[in-house]
């Protein structure tokens, strides 16, 4: 079988086991395990893979940043400042399809 369908089988199990209501952080580790047995990936090699992604520094930088986005949103969330911020985007941006990503883009700016 060719590693293309392989990845497409892996990815719709994936979207499967979503769909199941399984957390998504076990379902993508369940995916990229069976992918890389399937793939016919040593255990020792795929451990090894396995670690050097997770602490990689550029990843932990994302996780870090991706961290403080959020920790930021509900920091304005609960000071009731999202919601000025959210009535400010509406009275410049009428449009609410380009308020939303205006928004998002906003608070990743900040």
Do not use: C, Y
């Amino acid at each position: 079988m060719s590693p293309i369908v392989k990845i497409v089988l892996v990815f719709f199990a994936v979207i499967f086991s979503l769909k199941l209501k399984s957390p998504l952080g076990l379902s993508l580790f369940a995916g990229s395990l069976a992918l890389g047995l399937w793939l016919g990936m040593p255990l020792g090699a795929l451990g090894r893979s396995t670690w050097a992604g997770v602490f990689d520094l550029p990843n932990l930088m994302l996780l870090l940043i991706v961290l403080l986005i959020v920790l930021f949103s509900a920091v304005l969330q609960e000071t009731k400042q999202l919601s000025k911020l959210v009535a400010a985007v509406r009275e410049v941006v009428h449009n609410p399809r380009l308020a939303i990503p205006m928004m998002t883009a906003i608070i990743g700016l900040l």
